[in-house]
């Protein structure tokens, strides 16, 4: 028995490539992905940076409060400005010294500003040794 030679071409035979919608969905997947990946990693480089700016303010207002409580008598109350360098930045902290119902203490609010915007706030109370 001898077969026929006017076989239809197979289908693997006759697809030589991409369509071009193909490649545009394809490129636009990509594309899609990137950019996701982009603005995750841009995400984590803000947080971190925050989270550096959170703790440089925590040391500037750590230091600030070992120094009123090593001059071992009680802060005159008001608003006392003072700036603190931290890792080449520049921390303003505003200290708000308030009377408390006891004479022995006063209520201390501190709040820390890099390129005047707020970055911590700390409260506390500080006693006469």
């Known amino acids: 028995m001898t077969r026929p030679t006017n076989f239809p071409p197979l289908a693997s035979q006759k697809s030589q490539g991409f369509t071009l919608i193909e490649v545009l969905v394809a490129l636009f997947i990509v594309a899609l992905t990137l950019i996701t990946g982009i603005k995750a990693s841009s995400t984590l480089m803000q947080s971190a940076e925050r989270q550096q700016s959170t703790l440089l303010a925590q ?4 230091n ?18 003072s700036v603190c360098q931290q890792a080449a930045q520049s921390i303003t902290l505003r200290a708000q010294i308030n009377t408390t119902p006891n004479p022995s203490f006063r209520r201390v609010d501190i709040q820390a500003f890099q390129r005047d915007t707020p970055v911590l706030t700390v409260s506390t109370v500080l006693g006469q040794l």
């Open 59 to 62: 040391l500037c207002i750590d």
């Open 64 to 81: 600030y409060l070992v120094g009123l409580r090593l001059s071992k008598q009680l802060p005159g109350t008001g608003e006392q400005l």
